[in-house]
């Protein structure tokens, strides 16, 4: 399991007020998360990703160990800025399986993902779902852990142009369906929007102040601006607003075609007649 944080703004911020300052930001959560509902410690690796101005392609920061083992990691986030942020600390389901490469982010283009949960009956529960990717994705996955898999489906769907939620809210349905009693809480952002489901696990964001949106696992704070995301939803935040769309209803079918205004005359109909 893990804590996760993302957000987005119109103005850059140092990474460390909003992941270090907090009283119970994403730094304390590695040792002492107050909402987790699996797992205690968070000790198994973390990472940071961000977006420099001008540059679309986010960098990234992944240790291994805990973030507060790091020397250098505070440093690094009192003087790096940036107007979009995610960052995870972790608590692997399966201890020591690939150390750094496991830690979140995953990052591909302009993306940035994060999972927070656990796939059930890994990883048999999942071998369809598996199969199903090109072999070439398959063979680049990161780690060798339910996240990693989790990330590759993400990322077919968004390379094939299935838009963010859309790509969230499928890779949830399928997980979920063959692999029931997952946690499968993830989060994604391009720099620009972050998307996110809640299934399992807790989802709070934050609105302001100013052009700012935060999305967490938990609050960093007990402002009372935050607000909790029911379970079994998706998420989607920008500087401009926040809207949340439920899980548990199917896809929409596509509407049906329109009723043609001016149908054609067949052979078979007679003309009509104008009055005389």
């Keep these: 399991m893990c804590r996760h944080i993302a957000w987005v703004g119109d103005e850059a911020g140092p990474l460390g007020e909003l992941l270090v300052a907090p009283p119970h930001g994403l730094y304390r959560q590695s040792w002492a998360p107050r909402r987790q509902r699996y797992g205690t410690v968070n000790a198994d690796g973390f990472g940071v990703g961000w977006y420099a101005p001008g540059d679309p392609v986010p960098a990234r920061y992944r240790r291994a160990g805990p973030v507060w083992a790091d020397p250098s990691f505070a440093d690094l986030a009192r003087v790096v800025r940036s107007r979009a942020v995610l960052a995870a600390v ?26 927070n949960g656990a796939v059930a009956g890994w990883p048999g529960a999942v071998a369809a779902l598996a199969a ?18 989790v990330w590759a489906l993400v990322l077919h769907r968004l390379r094939r142009g299935d838009p963010p939620s859309g790509t969230l809210a499928g890779v949830v349905r399928d997980v979920a369906a063959a692999a029931p009693g997952s946690r499968l809480n ?50 989607t935040a920008t500087a401009d607003g926040v809207t949340v769309a439920s899980l548990d209803a199917p896809p929409a079918p596509p509407p049906a075609p329109s009723p043609d205004p001016h149908p054609r005359r067949t052979s078979a109909e007679p003309l009509e007649e104008s009055p005389a």
Excluded: M
């Design 132 to 149: 199903g990717l090109p072999p070439a994705e398959l063979l680049s996955l990161e780690a060798r852990n339910d996240s990693a898999l």
């Design 90 to 115: 972790r608590d692997a389901t399966l201890p020591g399986a690939d150390g750094e490469a496991a830690a979140a982010p995953f990052a591909s283009g302009p993306w940035l993902f994060s999972h």
């Design 186 to 235: 993830l989060l994604l952002t391009d720099g620009g929007t972050v998307t996110a489901t809640a299934w399992g696990d807790t989802l709070w964001y934050l609105a302001g102040p100013g052009r700012r949106v935060v999305v967490a696992s938990e609050p960093y704070d007990d402002g009372p601006g935050w607000c909790e995301v029911p379970d079994r939803t998706v998420l």
